[in-house]
């Protein structure tokens, strides 16, 4: 028996670093990426004049709240997970948002992701004509 309560700790933990990887990391990434790149990005929209910045006062700011919430609920998840499998949790989450953190940076950077995630955003709100000349100019 005591074979498969050692299989059941690391099937948990796989569980864990799994969790880490898939979810948290591009989740936290992702809050994080609305705060910044995506700020920045609607802010040149605005200034292009791509999008008025009455939308991106709308949209924004409730994007972000969002990120925040969800973020929040993830990492609150994956820590209570992490104190109940001690000794061993903390580890694997360590090492899966670290690995996440590798995975998904680009989601953090200005990037071809960057348009993309603007376009999801703002869906009929932008000038498209406008937009494809930039991404054509910038990328």
Known sequence: MGGMK???????????????????APIVLSAV???GVQKRFAQTMIDEGVISAEEVKVIQP???????????VVVAALAYTCVKMLPY??????????????????VTQFNSLTVQRFKNTYKDCYDAKKLNAYVDKMF
């Open 62 to 72: 409730k994007k972000q709240l969002a990120g925040v919430i969800i973020s929040a």
């Open 89 to 106: 949790g903390p580890i694997c989450a360590l090492f899966g948002l670290v690995a996440g953190v590798m995975k998904y940076r680009k």
């Open 6 to 24: 050692e299989f059941g700790v690391f099937l948990w933990n796989a569980a864990i670093t799994l969790f880490a990887f898939f979810a948290v």
């Open 33 to 35: 990426s609305m705060f």
